[in-house]
């Protein structure tokens, strides 16, 4: 049964380009979300998908976007790319329907992104 | 909002006891997760608690005190493939289970 998958594990970019992550939950897992981890920091959630639209947010700005395709998978798009965003991007996925599993979060490996 | 607080480092020895403190300041969560995280790796669940109290799974142990605003990991028996930073976060009651307030993590570095 494999995990969540990521990919690509890493990339540089230059300033003002894009980038596009993408993500494949945990089979079984309907709900996907993406959080940031700079280095030595802990993750910040950027936002949270399930039925193929963002449900939640956290505190970043709209160059940040998503999509979540029917079959479960998801992509982070980041724009206008910039220095300080340089860091780890992990997917985490989990059921909708928690019963036992309340509370835990699967993560992928994580992208790391430098931005040059 | 929410503001998690943990020590930066700890450092213990092989086959001892660690706690590992958080303290938060937050509106009202559903619960306090534990998440180990490997250099290089992805995190991984450790721990889960809702309700004030002790919570414990194997050598790994939790603690919820939701008036103190405190929680705690206990590491037993430690080995040195628990060299690792923990992560403490919460979900808070706009979120759901998905949305996690993490802090900056613990690295726990284990000698022989």
């Known amino acids: 049964d494999a995990g969540v998958t990521q990919s690509p594990t890493h990339l540089i970019k230059t300033r003002g380009q894009q980038v596009t992550l993408r993500c494949s939950p945990k089979s079984g897992h309907d709900t996907v979300s993406w959080y940031q981890q700079a280095l030595g920091q802990g993750p910040q959630f950027i936002f949270q998908y399930y039925e193929e639209e963002e449900r939640q947010r956290g505190n970043f700005p709209d160059r940040f976007s998503g999509h979540q395709f029917p079959n479960y998978s998801s992509e982070l798009n980041v724009n206008a790319l910039l220095l300080g965003d340089s860091a780890l991007y992990l997917c985490?996925?989990?059921?909708?329907?928690?019963?036992?599993?309340?509370?835990?979060?699967?993560f992928g490996e994580g992208s790391r992104l430098t931005v040059l | 909002g929410q503001n998690i607080d943990q020590p930066t480092e700890m450092t213990a020895t092989e086959g001892a006891i660690v706690q590992i403190n958080c303290t938060y300041q937050?509106?009202?969560?559903?619960?306090l997760f534990w998440y180990q995280q490997h250099a290089g790796e992805a995190p991984t669940f450790l721990s889960y608690n809702v309700l004030d109290g002790l919570e414990e799974k194997g050598r790994f142990s939790s603690f919820l005190s939701r008036s103190k605003g405190y929680s705690y990991l206990l590491l037993k028996e430690l080995q040195m493939k628990d060299s690792a930073s923990y992560l403490c976060a919460v979900s808070p009651f706009s979120g759901g289970y998905n949305k996690l307030i993490f802090g900056a993590g613990t690295r726990l570095a284990v000698h022989p």
């Open positions: 937050t509106s009202g969560f559903n619960g």
């Open positions: 985490a996925s989990s059921p909708r329907d928690r019963g036992l599993y309340a509370g835990e979060l699967f």
